[in-house]
Structures are given as C-alpha cells and as structure tokens.
C-alpha cells in the first residue's frame, strides 16, 4: 500500500505545491465588490489578477518589510489592484485589497474642479486647478491647491511629518517648504464612478487581466 501511495502521490505532489506557488504568487482570482462598474467581469465579479505585471510585491512584509522584484509603471485606463490601510472598528488597523483603472500616472497633469468637485479631463472649466501627479525624485512646486494633498500624502506613505496651515503653506518638521520631492512614482486611480485615490507604486498588487483574457485564462 505505501508503495503504490508512493508512485502515484511522488510524481503528483510537487506538482500540485508549484501550481499553487504559481497560482499564489504569479496569478490569482479577485472578486470585485458590488457596484464596482469601471472593470468588466466574466461571471460573479471574479477576475484574474497578474501579481507580477508592475513587479511581484514578495510575502512577509510584515516581517522583513517591502520588497519587489520588477519594476512597471500602470498605463492609463488600465485595471488594477492595490493595497491600502483601513482602521478597524475595534481598533488597530488592517490591510484591504482595492481595485480601481489608472486615470493618470507618474508627472501627468490632473485638472480639478472644486467647485463641483469633478475631474477633469483637460481644463475645461474656469474654476479648475491643476494638480501635477508625484514622480519619484522630481521636484514639485507647493501651491495652496496642492498643498493639502501633498501634505496626506507625505504623511502617509512618505513617513514625513508634514502639515498646511490655513493660508495653504506646507510646513515640513517647523520650516515651510515650496517644492517637495516623493521618493515613490504615485498614481491618480478611480476606484467608484467619480471615487479617486492617489496612491504609491508600492501599493501595487498587479494588473486585473482584461475581460477576454479571463474567459481564457477560466
């Protein structure tokens, strides 16, 4: 009997743990949440998910920290999936998975309107401003506009402690700064219909496999 389990299970079993090594690290499903509307699904909202097309973000990060092997910038209009921190009702904070299409990536320009608060493809209104998307080690000027987003997120993904007064200054460890550099490329993502985000290239998971490519790939 073990002689027979192990023809048959030897020849199988390493098998079996690369595909779900593969399936875990390379490929994965993804359910989409419900009113989501921006990314096409096959059936019941499930999607495939390219865990390596931006660069494999590696297991254990809570552990040894961020590391990623690759490096690809997201193009625009395409589907994505990316980390963020939520804080739990009971305290604490936890880690959920979004998706969202890239509207602009890395140094494009965003234009806002304010007033209605919509976003722009060109500038098309007398009321908007323009918000020119983060790129990693490339100086930006401060501006009363940008400031408040600017300030977020520094705090949140760069680890600097920066904060805007009430004439739209930005003040970095007690001393004002007009141009500011991120160490990270970020990207301007719609997540609902008219729900943004500005989010880092570390939070990246992967690419979301278009709609044709997941009937293929099911």
């Not at 999607?47 to 097309?53: A, Q």
């Not at 997540?191 to 290239?201: G, N, Q, S």
Request: overall charge positive; charged content about 25%; some cysteine.
């Amino acid at each position: 009997m073990h002689r027979l389990l192990r023809k048959f299970i030897a020849p199988v079993l390493p098998a079996a743990l690369l595909l779900l090594a593969v399936r875990g690290l390379l490929i994965s499903p993804m359910r989409l949440p419900e009113g989501q509307g921006l990314i096409e699904a096959p059936t019941h909202r499930l999607v495939w998910l390219s865990r390596t097309y931006y660069g494999l973000r590696l297991p254990g990060e809570s552990l040894w920290g961020y590391h990623r092997w690759g490096y690809r910038m997201p193009q625009v209009g395409e589907a994505l999936a990316f980390t963020q921190r939520k804080t739990l009702p009971q305290g604490g904070e936890a880690e959920e998975m979004l998706a969202a299409v890239c509207r602009a990536i890395a140094g494009d320009t965003v234009w806002i309107d304010p007033v209605r608060r919509l976003i722009l493809p060109a500038h098309t209104s007398p009321d908007a401003e323009a918000f020119v998307v983060p790129r990693a080690d490339r100086a930006l000027h401060v501006t009363p506009h940008n400031a408040r987003l600017l300030a977020r997120i520094l705090r949140r993904y760069e680890g600097v402690d920066a904060k805007v007064d009430g004439q739209g200054r930005l003040w970095i460890r007690g001393e004002e700064v007009r141009r500011v550099r991120t160490a990270q490329d970020y990207y301007w993502v719609e997540m609902f219909p008219e729900r943004y985000a500005l989010i880092p290239h570390r939070a990246l998971v992967g690419r979301i496999i278009p709609m044709q490519w997941g009937k293929e790939a099911s």
